[in-house]
């Protein structure tokens, strides 16, 4: 049974940091595509970044590009989401997700992705 669990949400100021990490069991990082989306109340949820199947490109949304870094220990089943500068509208809950066979062209759509974690808040104060 896959597992995935998010940590590391909070509180932060704009311009402040947070480390996200995304925990799984019943799956083998290296086998799979793993990602992060976000969804703000009100709103669909949305990319934020992902590993390709083979781990070997990652992809970013325009909005967290060069403030976000999603990495990955293959060994450690972890994933993890370092957000700098953030941003009020950053804010959001942050949802760890994981395929086995997502084909890159499906890779921004949340509706693509077969496996999901429960979530974990993200807010950032002005």
């Known amino acids: 049974q896959v597992q995935l669990v998010e940590s590391g949400g909070g509180l932060v100021q704009a311009g402040g940091s947070l480390r996200l990490s995304c925990a799984a069991s019943?799956?083998?990082?290296?086998?799979?595509?793993t990602g992060w989306f976000r969804q703000a109340p009100g709103k669909e949820r949305e990319f934020v970044a992902t590993f390709s199947r083979t781990g070997g490109y990652t992809y970013y949304a325009d909005s967290v590009k060069g403030r976000f870094t999603i990495s990955r220990d293959n060994a450690k089943n972890t994933m993890y989401l370092q957000m700098n500068s953030l941003k009020a509208e950053d804010t959001a809950v942050y949802y760890c997700?994981?395929?086995?066979?997502?084909?890159?062209?499906?890779?921004?759509?949340?509706?693509?992705?077969?496996?999901w974690g429960q979530g974990t808040q993200v807010t950032v104060s002005p």
């Open positions: 997700t994981a395929d086995r066979s997502i084909i890159q062209s499906s890779l921004r759509r949340a509706e693509q992705w077969d496996y």
């Open positions: 019943g799956v083998t990082f290296r086998s799979y595509a």
